[in-house]
């Protein structure tokens, strides 16, 4: 619907990044200036030229000011990092990890849900379906700056990493998960592994259960991380929220995204819940340079990403529509490769539009036209 009020501005870092990063964006910036003045929404995009090749030039992956830049937007599109040549954890630690941790995002909220019209590659029970959340802690955890190397290249070399758990950082990401579960089914899953990992991961156990104790009507299992994965093949239908720590959730949430089809369709939020700094939606997958520059990127994962931020923006009507276009996309068949299609990326977005278009024309109609 219409808004009758002046649209509200909202000013949209802009990161397309390196390969199909870059290709995925473009439709999806398109797709949200379609729906953002139906819901009262106009976007003013901040376009960042950060990335590998940024890096291969200058030596930064972003400018050294670079936060101070983006402290302004209200949110932050990525598309995704990375290109042979250039090591990944530069990509990451020179951009990916600064931004979620300057503007405490702290919850990385992704979503694992079959949609219709994709053929899951698991054998799914009569009536089962797949449709959980993982929330993955996304400030600390095993990715820390902690530790180093000695002797290097010597036979006595030694390499140490230490994992940080706070139980602030528990805590905080804990109570997410649970005030989700509280509006969705009921039921949290935290991952584990407090059998082999004797100090941290107790230390995790203990801090989500003394906040579940305020949680009475939410069910909490945890679950070693191993068994978890093997759950997600063999009984996928059973989760609802799963809580994990950062490397457990990014392990988990590729495996949940092959899980309903592809990764190309999977999306992702890095949220600051208080909405005291912007939030970055990214898709989960990264910049796959074996297809970049051939047109064939599924651009859906990074639409349904827009439609997280819809969300976060609090019009959540705007979310679904998008997501109903998505999936009205896929029923009617035109696909990537990566689906079993032969449609291209352009092909993708013209059709999500095109339903987008489709239904605003029946919302306007009135019941009648229905
Ligand atoms: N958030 C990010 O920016 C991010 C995330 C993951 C990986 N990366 C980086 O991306 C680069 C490639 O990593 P990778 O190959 O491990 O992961 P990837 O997600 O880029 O690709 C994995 C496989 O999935 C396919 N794929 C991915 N997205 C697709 C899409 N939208 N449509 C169709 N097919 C798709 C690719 O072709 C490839 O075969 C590396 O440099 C890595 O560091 C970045």
Redesign the pocket.
Known sequence: MQSPDSPRKVTVAVIP?????AE?MEPALGILEEIGPRHGLEFAWQHHGWS?EHYTRTGRMMPADGIDQLAGADQIL???????G?P?HV??WG??IPIRRAFRQYVNLRPVRLLPGIECPLRLREGEDIDFVVVRENNEGEYSEVGGRVYRGTEDEIAVQESVFTRRGVTRVARYALDLASSRRGSLASATKSNGIVHTMPFWDEVVHEVAAGYPGVEVADYHIDALAAQFVRDPGRFDVVVASNLFGDILTDLGAAMVG????APSGNLNPEKEHPSMF??????????AGRG???????IWTASMMLDHLGHPEAGAELLSAVTATLTSGVR???LGGSASTGEVAEAVLEHLRDAAQQDDAGPAGR
């Open positions: 990044g390196d390969g199909i990063g995925v590998c990525l598309g995704a990092v990375g290109f042979p250039v990944d990509s990451l951009l990916l592809s990764i190309g369709i990214e898709p989960v997958h990264g910049s796959a340079p074996d297809i064939v990127a599924n651009p859906l994962g990074m990537t490769p990566d």
